[in-house]
């Protein structure tokens, strides 16, 4: 079963830069889509990026395109999410979360095509 843990959040200040982890146990991440979701107070969990498994295509939202940065590590079985000029509205818990075991599986950026979940890291970007 995958076991998903989140890493390197933080306070960051605006214009700054942040790298999160997300770190498996027992099972080789490449053969997983993962994806970064986050959830700001009062807000519903909305998807950030993803990466898929196979031709490693990425996706990410029109909020973070150009700033966010998703990679795998497979030396360290990981997978990153760099965030660069961050704004306050990135403010939030952010979640990476695992999809189905696949060779080729394209990634999707809805929560539904995600079964497993991470405990999140929060993201707090402020002057």
């Known amino acids: 079963q995958v076991q998903l843990v989140e890493s390197g959040g933080g306070l960051v200040q605006p214009g700054g830069s942040m790298r999160l982890s997300c770190a498996a146990s027992g099972v080789t991440l490449g053969y997983y889509p993962i994806g970064w979701f986050r959830q700001a107070p009062g807000k519903e969990r909305e998807g950030v990026s993803c990466?898929?498994?196979?031709?490693?295509?990425?996706y990410y939202a029109d909020s973070v395109k150009g700033r966010f940065t998703i990679a795998r590590d497979n030396a360290k079985n990981t997978v990153w999410l760099q965030m660069n000029s961050l704004k306050p509205e990135d403010t939030a818990i952010y979640y990476c979360?695992?999809?189905?075991?696949?060779?080729?599986?394209?990634?999707?950026?809805?929560?539904?095509?995600?079964?497993?979940w991470g405990q999140g890291t929060q993201v707090t970007v402020s002057s």
């Open positions: 990466i898929s498994t196979g031709t490693s295509t990425t």
């Open positions: 979360a695992a999809g189905r075991r696949s060779l080729f599986s394209l990634c999707a950026l809805s929560s539904r095509d995600y079964n497993t």
